[in-house]
């Protein structure tokens, strides 16, 4: 009988021992696993963590710019990049900061980067783009636009942007291609067609120029501008015929559209039909049909056109005649005709009806009121210059200007109480710090004003006002010493005065006679004589009306230096050229000097 098998023997050992080894590689497999998969973890663990801190240190340098801090601001970008380097984020902003310190190829590998890293970010590949064409690098711009028309078809700059650079390129064929994309997205439109049929023309496919604009006046019938448009076209490429068809077929439909009438001024221009030109010139711009802003659109250009050809302005003169008769809105083509007419050198008579007629519409018009108080005051025309500066006085306006030309105007008037009201009023709108010398003129025909009206204190005090500012301020200084002689009063100061007015314009007789007559008034008739005589020498022969009191006030020194006999001839001058006065024609009848 055969034993049984020992479980020790042959193949169960060998099992055993087989099993044995595998378990134990099988642990150690395990255990290799485990550890590798414990260190993945922590990897992970760790990198996560790192991208936490690098999200943080992003975040604070946001926070820093915010603040103003950039210096901050830039280390805490650096920072999170290191801690992060496919952040897109700081790439990004790093970009910024290295195109700013002009650190360019940086800067543009950064923001390369950024993209590449965040390939759905629209404004880093838009940034992108902008560093491409700063670099004169089309293709690589187009290139990243194509991309984007893709991944944003909705974005309409970046097809607007891909037709500007492919322009650039002269491929036409992809800005035709572009324009269909907008005209998709937009639909049709005057302007899409009309730029597709200008690249039309550029590639010289004159056929489907004009069928692009055919297809638009086709697809809007009502809208005649569109015919009218074609027919430009027509002219502009000189073929007049066509255009000429095109035009009549609108005038049949609407005879007074007013885009049909500009556009046959435009062909009779071009076709040299210079009569036929001039008769739709008069025919647009009198058109009651065309609004204001229009026709004051179209007079601007006519113009322009005017001056810069250097064109006889007569036609157009006589045009805005005739538009100007017709029932104006506002004053904007009054202004215009005004600014034509003094630009050309009009006389002021052929102008001054255009600013009556602005003012007529708008009283309240500086443009006009300010012109015709400067031909007012060339003309010397006295009550023109109180009609024109009256209204703005009563108005209130700001510009003293108006104030201070009717207190002179009342002054030479012999109104001296209103020009002294009116000078009032002008203190209150000028100001020192920016029309001083507007300031010291009313100040110091306020004086004159109330001498004349024989208030010497209040004369004096607006003398002083005036001093203050402008302490040589000449003409002042030789009225305030004249009536201080007169008065025989601060006879020093007064002489005092004369002599700083002598200093500043030494040559006016006037200011002259005015120091003569002090140092009479002080008894040094030799002196006075000196200077009397120099007044009498820059006078010569031009003596006038107004210098009949320089001539009296000679005769008298002369008399007090025992020189009668000239004396009495100077009076007898004096008596000649104006009234003479009681006092005057004593010293004529006596012979002798007499102060009555």
């Not at 005209?183 to 067609?193: F, H, P, R, Y």
């Not at 739709?280 to 229009?294: A, G, I, R, S, Y």
């Not at 009313?442 to 209040?458: T, V």
């Not at 002083?464 to 030789?478: G, K």
């Amino acid at each position: 009988m055969t034993d049984p098998p020992s479980p020790f023997r042959g193949s169960r050992i060998e099992f055993s021992v087989k099993s044995f080894l595998e378990l134990r590689m099988g642990i150690h497999k395990g255990i290799l696993l485990l550890l590798f998969g414990m260190c993945q973890l922590v990897m992970f663990a760790q990198t996560q963590t790192d991208k936490s801190k690098a999200d943080h240190f992003i975040l604070e340098g946001h926070r820093q710019m915010l603040l103003g801090n950039n210096s901050d601001a830039f280390e805490m970008f650096r920072h999170g990049l290191m801690l992060n380097p496919n952040s897109s984020v700081a790439l990004s902003e790093l970009s910024h900061f290295w195109q700013y310190l002009r650190q360019d190829s940086l800067s543009l590998k950064y923001m390369k980067l950024a993209t590449q890293y965040a390939p759905d970010n629209y404004w880093n590949k838009e940034a992108l783009v902008d560093f491409y064409v700063d670099a004169g690098k089309t293709d690589e711009a187009i290139e990243v636009l194509e991309q984007l028309s893709k991944q944003f078809p909705q974005k309409e700059d970046v097809l607007l942007m891909l037709e500007t650079l492919y322009k650039q390129k002269q491929d036409y064929a992809n800005v035709i291609r572009v324009l269909d994309a907008l005209e998709v997205k937009e639909g049709k439109s005057e302007q899409l067609s009309i730029e597709k049929f200008r690249i039309y023309v550029q590639m010289k496919d004159e056929k489907k120029a004009f069928e692009e604009m055919s297809e638009l006046a086709a697809e809007y019938p009502n809208d005649l501008r569109y015919r009218v448009l074609l027919g430009d076209l027509y002219v502009d490429q000189e073929q007049f015929d066509e255009g000429l068809r095109v035009y009549q077929a609108v005038e049949e439909e609407d005879p007074s559209n007013i885009y049909l009438m500009s556009s046959m001024l435009n062909y009779y221009k071009k076709t040299n039909q210079d009569s036929l030109y001039q008769q739709q010139l008069n025919k647009v711009c009198t058109n009651p049909k065309l609004d204001e802003e229009t026709r004051l659109r179209f007079l601007n250009g006519l113009v322009y056109q005017t001056l810069q050809e250097n064109k006889d302005p007569q036609s157009l003169l006589e045009i805005f005649q005739k538009v100007l008769a017709m029932p104006q809105e506002d004053t904007h083509i009054l202004e215009l005709c005004t600014r034509f007419m003094v630009t050309l050198k009009r006389p002021a008579d052929e102008v001054k009806p255009v600013l009556n007629q602005m003012l007529d519409i708008n009283p309240e018009s500086d443009m006009a009121r300010s012109l015709l108080l400067e031909y007012a005051i060339e003309a010397n025309d006295l009550p023109e210059v109180i009609r024109i500066s009256k209204p703005a006085v009563d108005y209130s306006v700001d510009d003293p200007m108006f104030y201070y030309y009717l207190g002179v105007a009342y002054f030479q008037s012999d109104s001296a109480q209103l020009a002294v009201k009116t000078f009032k009023k002008g203190l209150q709108k000028v100001d020192e710090k920016t029309n001083l010398q507007m300031l010291t003129n009313i100040y110091a025909l306020m004086g004159d004003a109330y001498h004349k009206l024989g208030d010497s204190k209040h004369a004096y005090e607006c003398y002083d006002s005036c001093l203050l500012y402008r302490p040589d301020e000449a003409m002042v200084l030789n009225n305030y010493a004249y009536y201080l002689s007169l008065e025989e009063k601060q006879l020093d100061k007064a002489e005092e005065m004369s002599r700083r007015s002598l200093e500043k314009e030494g040559d006016n007789y006037t200011y002259i006679d005015t120091y003569a007559w002090i140092l009479f008034k002080k008894k040094k008739y030799a002196e006075a004589k000196e200077y009397i005589d120099k007044a009498l020498a820059i006078m010569g022969d031009n003596i006038e009306e107004n210098d009949a009191t320089i001539i009296e006030h000679a005769g008298d020194i002369y008399a007090k230096n025992g020189q009668k006999e000239r004396a009495v001839e100077f009076w007898q001058q004096a008596a000649e050229l104006s009234n003479p006065s009681t006092v005057l024609l004593k010293k004529l009848k006596k012979k002798k000097y007499i102060n009555e």
